[in-house]
């Protein structure tokens, strides 16, 4: 295949650059390591039947109650007020997510989902270490242009989602015509932290490692980091996040 047959893939950095990408012509792979899309990959691997991924604690609350469902999210790391559970992975073990439906609002990730939805994205899917292999997978088979939406911190660029935009691109390159700097930064930096995740968001001091740390949560940090543990493929379809064939 010559490179003009290939898809597009490009990276954006932070929900603040989304509007330089032709997100209607593209699947949007929504990134936010630490933790939302860790965590919905995990729930959804141990059985949840779906996520509704909103992008305010109030709506959150008012569908938990309208359909009985779960209720939870954060705000600046920490469960928001009025909701019942946070957004750490080993919250949502099988024998309490199973078969439940969850209703979550993060700081980052759902707000880009959202975005990206109000954009008119082709397909939005999302991705995190825990999911790598399944994100990867599918993006090769679906022959489609991508972006890989780093869901960042208030705007502001990340090293663990530009990490992992790294990863899936070190995976899958050879699948896409790849003419962005974005993507070529994040593959650079995936290729240097590559042997030890943890240790390099350690080293670089990254913002959202001592965030998270400062809560004693080292072991979501590590989770959060290490690929295929919840190898399942989260995709948003009728307002609602559920495990999809790739």
């Not at 993006?139 to 208030?154: D, E, P």
Request: proline content about 3%.
């Amino acid at each position: 295949m010559s490179s003009n047959d290939k898809p597009a893939l490009y990276t954006s950095l932070s929900p603040a650059l989304l509007h330089l990408y032709d997100v209607s012509s593209s699947i949007v792979v929504i990134i936010d390591v630490l933790r939302a899309t860790s965590t919905i990959a995990t729930a959804l691997h141990n059985g949840a039947k779906s996520i509704i991924p909103v992008d305010s604690v109030a709506e959150c609350i008012r569908i938990g109650k309208q359909i009985d469902a779960i209720t939870a999210g954060e705000r600046d790391g920490q469960v928001a007020e009025g909701l019942q559970y946070g957004n750490s992975p080993f919250e949502y073990p099988n024998d309490f997510i199973g078969e439940k439906t969850l209703v979550l609002t993060t700081t980052n990730g759902t707000k880009l989902l959202h975005m990206a939805l109000d954009k008119g994205a082709r397909e939005i899917v999302t991705g995190s270490f825990p999911n790598l292999s399944a994100v990867c997978d599918f993006l090769i088979k679906s022959k489609q242009n991508v972006i890989l939406g780093c869901a960042a911190w208030k705007d502001r660029v990340n090293i663990e989602d530009t990490l992992f935009a790294g990863a899936v691109i070190e995976k899958v390159k050879e699948h896409f015509n790849i003419n962005c700097d974005s993507s070529q930064i994040a593959n650079s930096l995936y290729n240097e932290a590559k042997n030890d995740l943890y240790e390099f968001m350690k080293k670089k001091n990254a913002s959202h490692y001592h965030r998270l740390s400062n809560f004693g949560l080292e072991k979501d940090i590590r989770y959060c980091l290490t690929p295929d543990g919840a190898n399942v493929l989260p995709i948003y379809r009728d307002g609602k996040l559920s495990v999809g064939e790739w």
